[in-house]
């Protein structure tokens, strides 16, 4: 039944090791996205996908990367994690193509300490 | 540049009440807004989309209603159940683009 799964639910990892997020979806949808919440925070937007254009948002820092190798999945990779980078990460689909009733649908997220 | 408020960032209330959760933004092209709501440490469930066109939407216990003029969405919870304690997010998607913009979110917290 899950429409857009995050592996792994939590991540711990070290400062300064690369690590790596996963989303897959089964709904087929155009669009996938990367949010970063902090604690207390609204969900900020790191980049989207639409199909396989990269959309990457102005103040997304570098140490962010993404990677979309096919509709159903989308990888967040984090080159250099910092203190500042722990984190819930959640993954977002939704059709696109502009119509008013596109809703965004998101994954149970990915929980990132860094140590 | 499209900015989202969510007024007030807590509320503590007893059960059984009916309660109002406020919602503004600032541009008023927009494609549609949607209420969420987050449990501790989860992800976004979408719980009302409302179109442009549209001025509410009701599920269950909830109603939402949009004012696109003024910049206002209200979100209405009747007959509030401990259930109900989250954090409730609006956001907004503006036209021409897939992004949505949130705000921070009120933290609702019913007691029994």
């Known amino acids: 039944d899950a429409m857009v799964i995050q592996n792994p639910r939590y991540q711990v990892t070290q400062f300064g090791k690369p690590v790596t997020l996963s989303c897959s979806q089964t709904?087929?949808?155009?669009?996938m996205y990367w949010y970063q919440q902090k604690s207390s925070q609204a969900p900020k937007l790191l980049f989207h996908?639409?199909?396989?254009?990269?959309?990457n948002e102005a103040d997304t820092p570098d140490n962010f990367q993404s990677r979309r190798p096919n509709t159903s999945f989308c990888f967040l990779d984090i080159r250099s994690p910092g203190l500042g980078d722990a984190a819930m990460y959640l993954c977002?689909?939704?059709?696109?193509?502009?119509?008013?009733?596109?809703?965004?649908?998101f994954g149970p997220g990915t929980r990132l300490t860094v140590l | 540049k499209q900015e989202v408020t969510q007024i007030p960032a807590a509320l503590s209330v007893p059960e059984g009440e009916n309660l109002v959760l406020n919602c503004s933004f600032t541009?008023?092209?927009?494609?549609?807004l949607q209420w969420f709501r987050q449990d501790p440490g989860k992800g976004l469930t979408s719980l009302l989309l409302?179109?442009?066109?549209?001025r509410e939407q009701t599920s269950g216990r909830l109603n939402a209603s949009l004012d696109k003029s003024s910049g206002r969405s209200t979100l209405y919870i009747a007959a509030s159940q401990p259930g109900d304690s989250a954090t409730y997010l609006c956001?907004?998607?503006?036209?021409?683009?897939?992004?949505?913009?949130f705000g921070t979110g009120t933290r609702l917290q019913v007691f029994p």
């Open positions: 977002a689909t939704s059709r696109g193509g502009g119509k008013s009733t596109d809703t965004q649908y």
């Open positions: 709904l087929n949808h155009n669009v």
């Open positions: 996908y639409y199909d396989k254009d990269f959309n």
């Open positions: 541009d008023s092209a927009i494609y549609n």
């Open positions: 409302i179109q442009s066109s549209q």
């Open positions: 956001a907004v998607r503006s036209h021409n683009t897939d992004k949505l913009i």
